[in-house]
């Protein structure tokens, strides 16, 4: 059994597709921001690159949508 929410299709469609991953990513960008704050609740723009770039691998290398099958 799948779960079949518009977030989850859009994951499985950014295994392959360039413009569904810009979309998860833009759907997920807040929480990045918000774990990519110092202690001076500045943003660390190494760590967020970090981030998005770790996002990405576990969006297309590790195909996470599979986390989420039943």
């Known amino acids: 059994m799948q779960y079949n929410t ?3 299709k859009l ?3 950014a295994v392959y597709d ?7 990513l833009d759907k997920i960008m807040k929480l990045i921001n918000s774990n990519s704050k110092d ?6 723009e190494d760590l967020k690159s970090e981030l998005i770039t ?3 691998e576990l969006i297309r290398n590790k195909k996470i949508y599979k986390k989420f099958e039943i």
């Open 6 to 8: 518009e977030f989850y």
């Open 11 to 13: 994951l499985r469609q």
């Open 18 to 24: 360039d413009t569904a991953l810009v979309r998860v």
């Open 39 to 44: 202690d001076d609740g500045e943003i660390n």
């Open 54 to 56: 770790y996002s990405i």
